[in-house]
């Protein structure tokens, strides 16, 4: 079963917009991770935040987490055709079998 | 070195018929994942190592899945009279020492598994 459930399962925006996808978790967490994947391959790391943190940026991209509400957001800024990818949040459970467990992930679209 | 490599890129089979898939990690790289993903769909867990400790093999489907991990390093995910249902996109991703906190994963391009 998923982990993870991302919010909306699709999204579509045009070049220069910002882009909000939402992922909601059902377990403790250690930290949590935000992936892109293109073409329907391998998936690439965007950033991680760890349960402590509250707020991360990283270029384009800001991630909010709420552990008292088992949510995160990725906020990308000032969207491109070349962000046009699904995105997937990823939690790495408590515990020392820290295994990683993907979400649902979000199609987002990025359109001239 | 280079990342993460699998091991036929795309694996066409008859049903009935077992396969092998193969995954090189990232050297010194201590936690192995193997992911499933049907068109359009998320990542479905199938099995993780962790250095020298018992897998979790918690995701595997049924018995006819089984995965390896030899010395460490090369893994080998083997289906065994595969079913059309067995179509998939089949991630390997590895981690690096660390556990924990640091759990970034490495993924490799997938072998893309058509059972006919």
């Known amino acids: 079963s998923q982990q993870g459930e991302e919010d909306p399962q699709a999204l579509s925006i045009q070049e220069g917009e910002n882009a909000t996808m939402n992922c909601s978790y059902k377990?403790?967490?250690?930290?949590l991770q935000w992936y892109r994947q293109n073409s329907g391959r391998g998936l690439v790391h965007l950033i991680l935040?760890?349960?402590?943190?509250r707020e991360k940026h990283s270029g384009r991209l800001r991630v909010t987490l709420d552990t008292s509400k088992k949510s995160s957001s990725l906020l990308i800024t000032a969207s491109r055709a070349a962000d046009t990818a699904s995105y997937f949040c990823?939690?790495?459970?408590?515990?020392?079998?820290?295994?990683?467990?993907f979400g649902t992930g979000t199609r987002l679209q990025v359109t001239l | 070195g280079a990342g993460v490599s699998q091991s036929p890129s795309n694996k066409v089979t008859e049903k009935g018929k077992d396969v092998e898939l193969r995954c090189d990690p990232i050297?010194?790289?201590?936690?192995l994942y193997w992911y499933r993903q049907s068109l359009g769909q998320g990542l479905e867990f199938l099995i993780y190592?962790?250095?020298?400790?018992?897998?979790?093999k918690s995701g595997l489907p049924s018995d006819r899945f089984s995965a390896e991990r030899t010395g460490g390093s090369v893994s080998t995910l083997t289906i065994q009279r595969t079913q059309q249902e067995d179509s998939a996109v089949y991630l390997c991703?590895?981690?690096?020492?660390?556990?924990?906190?640091?759990?970034?994963?490495?993924f490799g391009q997938g072998t893309r598994l058509t059972v006919v």
């Open positions: 990823a939690t790495a459970s408590t515990g020392t079998a820290s295994k990683l467990t």
């Open positions: 050297s010194g790289h201590t936690a």
């Open positions: 377990t403790s967490i250690n930290n």
């Open positions: 991703a590895s981690s690096p020492p660390g556990g924990g906190v640091r759990t970034e994963a490495f």
């Open positions: 935040i760890r349960s402590n943190e």
């Open positions: 190592f962790q250095g020298n400790s018992a897998p979790d």
